[in-house]
């Protein structure tokens, strides 16, 4: 890589540290993971969060078993499991409050030994937060601009504040600093391609939130052992809403609406993709008459849901779709949202972002020592590699699920298919979508409960031929030094 020379101005006092030192810009899902699977390797590793403190904000995530192995080899498996529910359908409804068919993921369990489930996102970030060391997470750490070059790289912070490190990690969200730094850095190098260089496109906006716990005896569904994992599509209106009973007896719950080309002029983001109460507030007033169904005789609504929930933990977001064709440069590498925003039809997301920091781990654990610029971007271009086709593939499920609660032809087309989706069909989906479950190469590997057998993973297989490699070179260097000393000393 050539270095700009008005860039290469960093000094730092010494030569290139033998094991690489990295920043991660962002203490989200990705960020967070990537921290975990660090702790464990031999690099060093420092993790800055913009925000003063964790906010509660957001209803659940759903995994699947696509991240059990990783979270077994990290040790939060079992912390995770004990907060949440099984999922193992969706339930389709319409507004007269019944149920129209089910899409199943109930094979997961038996092909690849753990079921999909659901956690309450603020008792997710409890887990990782607490796994991961408080002298290494800097909260009220806002990056503002990034610099890089040949001996090292450097982030400010709005503090006023720099950090040194040699390797940067933008694991910063959808409206990522580190993307929009390295972009106007290759913009004006003339190196950012023309689909780089446009605002991110949006078709939806939702709003989300998480209920008090709620009275099981009033809402008869909180019994259910499993997560009732709920999606109503709209008669005549442009609105899907969905909900999910955690293990805390609340109900996540999530509206999303359709844009057309006049509600998109109303919601153009102007570089944020978070509005304040009011535009949330104006939200709820719309939706909250519509229908929900939760096992009781009264007929519920999401305006009962949205009263039972504290009011500065309902947010109206905008959903952006885009993956990223740049997702490095130099020393400055991106994971997790801020190089592919994914439509949380897909349940994708968080999953996608934590298979990137493990392909991204696996990679930096395999440098050499004293890595030089080079051998940095070679590692990021393999990590890409490796991830593209996976997200790519994700987005493009994302889309047809989006589809799926959408009011025209095609999601009449696609609610069809789905319905009457044959057996053998599902399974096949499944393994499509699953069987890719990515391990840390340095970390004892969780052996395969499941009767499909994982999926090829370079990064893995890569690492753990050069470990094999060195500790080979490492026993001969080894034995030449024990036959050199048993000669005794030379004359
Ligand atoms: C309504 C909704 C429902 C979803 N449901 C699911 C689901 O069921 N399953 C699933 O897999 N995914 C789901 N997703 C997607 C999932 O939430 C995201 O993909 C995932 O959170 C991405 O993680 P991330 O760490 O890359 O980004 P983020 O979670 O956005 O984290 C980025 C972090 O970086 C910080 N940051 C930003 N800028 C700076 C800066 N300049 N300096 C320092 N720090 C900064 C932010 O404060 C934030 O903490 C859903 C998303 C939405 C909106
Ligand atoms: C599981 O969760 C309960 C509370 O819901 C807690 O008391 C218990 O210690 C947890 N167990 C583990 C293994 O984390
Ligand atoms: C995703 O969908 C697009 C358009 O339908 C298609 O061209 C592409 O091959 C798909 N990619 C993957 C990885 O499935
Ligand atoms: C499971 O996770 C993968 C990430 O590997 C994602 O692409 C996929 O859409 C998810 N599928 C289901 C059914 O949960």
Redesign the pocket.
């Given at each position: 890589m050539e270095i700009n020379p008005a860039f290469a101005n960093i000094q730092r006092p010494n030569l290139a540290p033998k094991i690489p030192s990295v920043i991660i810009?962002?203490?989200?899902?990705?960020?967070?993971?990537l921290a975990l699977a660090l702790e464990k390797s031999k690099l060093s590793y420092e993790i800055?969060?913009?925000?003063s403190e964790?906010?509660a904000l957001?209803?659940?995530?759903?995994?699947?078993a696509s991240t059990a192995a990783l979270f077994k080899q990290l040790g939060i498996y079992e912390d995770m499991r004990n907060i949440s529910k099984d999922a193992t359908c969706i339930q389709m409804a319409n507004e007269q409050r019944e149920v129209e068919y089910k899409m199943d993921f109930k094979g997961q369990l038996e092909m690849f030994g753990s079921t999909g489930y659901?956690v309450a996102?603020p008792m997710l970030y409890d887990i990782l937060r607490s796994k991961v060391p408080s002298e290494r997470f800097h909260m009220n750490?806002?990056?503002?601009s990034l610099q890089q070059g040949g001996n090292g790289a450097l982030i400010r912070?709005?503090d006023g504040s720099t950090i040194e490190g040699d390797i940067i990690v933008g694991?910063?969200?959808?409206?990522?600093?580190?993307r929009q730094n390295m972009y106007a850095q290759l913009k004006k190098n003339k190196k950012l391609p023309a689909s780089d260089d446009v605002d991110l496109p949006f078709s939806t906006v939702?709003l989300?939130g998480q209920t008090r716990p709620l009275n099981p005896e009033e809402y008869p569904n909180l019994k259910l052992e499993d997560c009732q994992f709920m999606q109503t599509l709209g008669d005549k209106k442009p609105y899907s809403w969905t909900y999910f009973t955690t293990k805390q007896s609340t109900i996540a719950w999530?509206v999303?609406l359709f844009l057309d080309d006049t509600t998109r002029q109303e919601h153009d983001p102007s570089r944020n993709s978070e509005w304040g109460p009011e535009a949330a507030n104006a939200m709820c007033e719309k939706v909250r008459h519509f229908p929900i169904i939760t096992g009781s005789e009264r007929p519920w609504t999401l305006g009962d849901l949205i009263d039972n929930t504290p009011k500065e933990l309902i947010s109206k977001?905008l959903?952006e779709e885009k993956v990223f064709d740049t997702w490095y440069s130099g020393r400055a590498v991106l994971?997790?949202?801020?190089c592919?925003?994914?439509n949380?039809a897909?349940?994708?997301?968080?999953?996608?972002?934590?298979h990137?920091a493990v392909a991204l781990a696996n990679r930096l654990q395999a440098l050499p020592d004293q890595p030089s610029v080079e051998d940095i971007e070679k590692a990021f271009k393999l990590y890409k590699k490796e991830r593209l086709p996976k997200v790519k593939e994700a987005y493009n499920s994302s889309v047809a699920l989006k589809y799926l609660v959408e009011q025209n032809m095609k999601g009449a087309l696609m609610r069809h298919m789905s319905k009457n989706m044959p057996m053998w069909l599902n399974r096949k989906m499944l393994i499509r979508m699953i069987s890719y479950q990515p391990q840390l190469s340095y970390v004892d590997l969780v052996p395969n409960e499941g009767t499909v057998r994982p999926a090829h993973q370079q990064s893995l297989a890569d690492a753990m031929k050069k470990a094999k490699k060195d500790k080979l070179k490492q026993e001969r260097a080894e034995a030449k030094a024990k036959a050199l000393s048993a000669k005794g000393p030379s004359p």
């Open positions: 810009v962002g203490g989200g899902i990705a960020g967070m993971i800055f969060e913009r925000a964790v906010k957001g209803s659940a995530l759903y995994f699947n659901i996102r750490k806002k990056i503002l912070c709005s694991a910063d969200g959808a409206y990522s600093a580190v939702c989300v999530m999303i977001v959903l994971i997790g949202d801020a592919h925003k994914l949380p897909g349940g994708a997301g968080a999953n996608n972002a934590i990137d």
